[in-house]
């Protein structure tokens, strides 16, 4: 039990935390191989593997719960799973089935079912799941090995003192992807070429950078590391991009304000629109729902303010609440997204 860790659940940072064990799987020879169980920190690899030199690397994030009535629940695995085939595909890794990738998370969950946080500190177990390239290559050719591996650490609650709302300011100077790049695929290559502009939102006193797309500079792309949606006239409008990641969050987040009787809008949004918008947010893994307070555009001196008073937006709280608790149980499961360990 968690319990008997002894560890400060409520105050736990989004850091890399030392637990038991993790799980591994190498591709060779054309086919994946089995299951491993390490209780290493570290992998061993060629100097000359794919991953450190050209890229090939991709990775996943979802979490698991300890929830109200005691049962451990892990949110959205199978969509994860179809997350990071499609990856595969996009840089050429073989993929990993969906059983597979299921089994070696549950496994991972379990065996360090310790170090998932109890219920009340609001804490969860982050799982990281990763895909590399191993094989030894000097020209740029795709890998003929690799290697999958699954850690987990224990993370903080995002909102400590509750929900509440961030400052984003608008960067030009750097793309993190391009119209036709990397960008719907989760790889480490996105994240190399967001920090410099993660660096300057930072430094300007920001929390973090708003990305427009790279082609025009006309519309909005993503919020950092996450997903962007407003909300206006009881419509949650999204964007749609071929430079987006396809935040599960926001596809949970989309189907959640369809039930709640919202419209749903998946189109190009011009930066001026923002001025329309009653809320604002933006989405992913770690905070699920991160309101927007409001967004500098410092080239042109502009400024939209999104939550006048400083506090998140009402449907915002609606969906969060919604989101929460069918992560912990306590609202009804009726997409079928969570995995109940047994
Ligand atoms: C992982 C990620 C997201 C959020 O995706 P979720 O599945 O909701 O966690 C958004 N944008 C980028 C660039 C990401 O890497």
Redesign the pocket.
Known sequence: MSENLNLDWSNLSFGYRTTDYNVRCCFKNGAWGELEVSSSETINIHMAATCLHYGQEAFE?LKAFRCKDGKIRIFRLEANAERLQSTCRGILMPELSTEKFAQMIKKVVKLNERFIPPYESGASLYIRPLLIGTSARVGVHPADEYMFVVFVTPVGPYFKGGFSTNPYVVIREFDRSAPLGTGIY?VGG?YAASLRANKMAHDLGYSCEFYLDAKEKKYID?AG???FFGIKNNTYVTPLSTS??P????NSLMTLAEDLGMKVERRPIPIEELDTFEEAGA???AAVISPIERIDDLDNKKSYVISKDGQPGPWSKKLYEKFRGIQYGTEPDTHNWVTILD
């Open positions: 994030g989760k996105n993503e590391a996450a997903n987006i990641l935040s599960i969050t926001n989405c992913g893994t």
